[in-house]
C-alpha cells in the first residue's frame, strides 16, 4: 500500500496537483512502520523524503525542501538515492545563486556512482555542474558538462532530463547570441515536454521559449510564450517560473519601449524572486528596472538605487555576466547625466570583466556603451575602433541584427 500511495503521490506532484501529492504521501508514511536497514520497505522512507522535499521545492519552499532532502539523506544507503538527494540540494542553493555550494553538492553526487553505472542520476549531476559554470563564467565547461549530461540522458531514456538539458544548452546559444539555435533548440524540448505532460515542466519550458524568443526579436511571440507560462505557473502553485516569466514580460515591455509597463511587470516579479532568495534574477530584474526608471524624468534617484542594489546583488551571487551588465549599464546612467569620465570608467570595467570571462554577447555590448561614451567625449575615432570590435564579435557570434544596430549607431545623419 505504502508504494501505490508513493506512486499516486509522484502521478499528482507531475499533473501539479500538490496538495494531493503531500496527502498521498504522509498515508505512505504512516503505513511504513519503522524497519531495519535491508527491510523491502526501508527505501520507501527516503522516496517519501525526496518526493516531499521536490514539491516543496517546486512550491518555492525551499527550507522546507532541504529538511525534507536531508532527512532523506539521513535514511538512505542507496548510493543512487543519496546522488539524487545531492542533486536536489544542489539545485536549491543554485536556485537561490549559491553557486560553489550547488558545484559542490553536484560533485559529492557524482563521486557517489561514478563507477555504479547509474547514467540517468550522473546525468543529473553534470547538468547541475554545467549550471553552475555557465553562470559563474566558465562557457567552454559548462558546453561540455551539458553535453555529456545530454548523451547520459539519452542513454537512460530520461526524457524529463532530455528536454532540461537541451534548454540549457539552448540558454548558454542565447549567452552567446546565437539566437536562431537558442529559439530551434528550446522549441524541441517545448514539444518533448508538452508530450509528457508535466505542468511544472511546461510552465518552465513556455518560459524559457518564450526568453529565447524575446532576445531573437520576436517580442510577440515571446509575450505569448511567457504569458502561457505564467497561467500555468499560476494554476500549479510555481511561483519560480511565475517570477521569471513576469521579469521577463517586463523586459519586453521596456524592449517595446513601454516604460510604465516595465517598471509595473518588473515590480510585481522582484517580491516572488526575493521571496525565493533567487539573487541572481533579483539582480537582472533591478537592472531592467533601472534601466526602465532612468528615462522617466524625476526618477533618476529610483534608477540609480536600482542599479546599485542589481550590482551589489550580483556581485554577492559571483554572477560575472550581471555584474558586467550592471558596470556597462550605469556607465549609460553616467553618460546620460553628462558625467562622461565616470561613464568611461564604468564602462572600461564592464570591457574588463567580460572579457575575462568570456560572454561575448554582452562584451560587444560593453563596447558599444564605450563607443557611445567616447563619441560623447568628442574622440570619433576611438569610438570608431571600440564600435568595430563590437560589431566583429557579433558577426563572430551570427548575431546579424545586433551589428547591424551597432552599424546604425554609428553612421552619420545625412543632411537633406
Known amino acids: ?94 536556485r537561490q545563486g549559491d553557486y560553489a555550494q550547488a558545484l559542490s553538492w553536484s560533485a559529492d553526487s557524482e563521486a557517489l556512482i561514478a563507477q555504479g553505472g547509474h547514467p540517468k542520476e550522473v546525468g543529473r549531476a553534470q547538468n547541475l555542474a554545467g549550471l553552475c559554470l555557465w553562470r559563474t563564467g566558465d562557457i567552454a565547461g559548462a558546453d561540455a558538462r551539458f553535453r555529456k549530461a545530454l ?140 534601466e526602465a526608471l532612468e528615462g522617466q524624468a524625476g526618477r533618476e534617484t529610483e534608477a540609480w538605487e536600482a542599479l546599485q542594489k542589481g550590482l551589489h546583488l550580483a556581485e554577492e551571487a559571483g554572477e560575472k555576466m550581471v555584474v558586467g551588465m550592471a558596470y556597462y549599464r550605469i556607465s549609460r546612467f553616467y553618460r546620460i547625466a553628462g558625467r562622461q569620465e565616470e561613464a568611461l570608467a564604468w564602462a572600461g570595467k564592464g570591457v574588463a570583466i567580460l572579457q575575462d570571462a568570456g560572454f561575448k554577447l554582452e562584451l560587444g555590448r560593453a563596447y558599444t556603451e564605450l563607443a557611445a561614451v567616447l563619441d560623447a567625449q568628442g574622440k570619433p575615432d576611438l569610438a570608431k575602433g571600440t564600435r568595430e570590435k563590437a560589431i566583429a564579435l557579433f558577426e563572430e557570434l551570427g548575431s546579424a541584427k545586433e551589428a547591424d544596430k551597432v552599424r546604425a549607431a554609428g553612421t552619420p545623419a545625412r543632411a537633406g
Do not use: W
Open 1 to 94: 500500500r505504502s508504494k501505490v500511495l508513493l506512486d499516486l503521490a509522484v502521478s499528482e506532484q507531475g499533473l501539479g496537483n500538490y496538495d494531493a501529492a503531500l496527502a498521498n504521501l504522509a498515508e505512505a508514511q504512516g503505513c511504513v512502520p519503522a524497519v531495519r536497514p535491508g527491510h523491502p520497505d526501508s527505501a520507501l522512507i527516503p522516496a517519501i523524503h525526496r518526493v516531499r522535499g521536490e514539491v516543496f521545492m517546486q512550491r518555492g519552499s525551499y527550507k522546507d525542501a532541504v529538511e525534507q532532502f536531508g532527512l532523506g539523506l539521513g535514511a538512505s544507503p542507496d548510493g543512487a538515492e543519496r546522488a539524487r538527494l545531492l542533486v536536489l540540494l544542489g539545485i536549491v542553493a543554485f
Open 151 to 290: 548523451l547520459l540522458r539519452e542513454q537512460a531514456c530520461d526524457f524529463i532530463g532530455v528536454g532540461d538539458t537541451l534548454f540549457n544548452l539552448a540558454s548558454l546559444a542565447t549567452g552567446l547570441g546565437r539566437y536562431e539555435e537558442a529559439v530551434n533548440t528550446g522549441r524541441k524540448a517545448l514539444e518533448l515536454h508538452c508530450r509528457l505532460g508535466d505542468p511544472q515542466r511546461m510552465a518552465q519550458a513556455s518560459c524559457n521559449v518564450g526568453i529565447y524568443e524575446m532576445y531573437a526579436g520576436d517580442l510577440d511571440a515571446g509575450a505569448a510564450h511567457l504569458g502561457e507560462a505564467v497561467e500555468t505557473a499560476r494554476r500549479i502553485g510555481d511561483r519560480f517560473n511565475e517570477g521569471l516569466a513576469i521579469l521577463n514580460l517586463g523586459e519586453i515591455a521596456l524592449k517595446r519601449g513601454d516604460r510604465d509597463e516595465a517598471v509595473r511587470r518588473v515590480r510585481e516579479a522582484l517580491p516572488i524572486l526575493e521571496e525565493l532568495q533567487s539573487k541572481g534574477n533579483v539582480a537582472q530584474g533591478l537592472l531592467i528596472l533601472g
